[in-house]
């Protein structure tokens, strides 16, 4: 058999595997939720729901805290899947 197709492409990875769910704290008012590190699907109803609660200052549906995206420069150990 032979190969018909083929394609290659990009992949929302971050370094920990984690996403991102936060202020970008160095940019008042901009706000991200990225590299789902290819579960983006499943998790996105949850994480569309932390991310509205985190832009509206509302109770947070989880501790954001392993979502911040300061960890990758605040000299927070990275670990992958932040060493659950
Ligand atoms: C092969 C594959 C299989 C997967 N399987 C699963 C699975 O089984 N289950 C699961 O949960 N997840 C799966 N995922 C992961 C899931 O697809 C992603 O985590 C999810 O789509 C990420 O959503 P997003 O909105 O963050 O980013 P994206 O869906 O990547 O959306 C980002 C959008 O921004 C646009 N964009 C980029 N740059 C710019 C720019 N400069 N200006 C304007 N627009 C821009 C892009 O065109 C894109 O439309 C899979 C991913 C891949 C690649």
Do not use: C
């Not at 202020?23 to 579960?39: E, I, K, N, Q």
């Amino acid at each position: 058999m032979k190969v018909a197709q083929a394609w290659a492409g990009y992949i929302d990875v971050t370094p920990d595997a984690v996403p991102v769910i936060s202020p970008a704290d160095t940019l008042r008012g901009m706000f991200v939720a990225t590299g789902f590190s290819g579960h983006g699907f499943g998790i996105g109803p949850g994480a569309g729901k932390l991310m509205a609660d985190i832009v509206a200052n509302g109770t947070p549906l989880v501790n954001p805290h392993a979502f911040r995206l300061a960890r990758f420069r605040d000299g927070s150990k990275i670990e992958l899947d932040g060493g659950f």
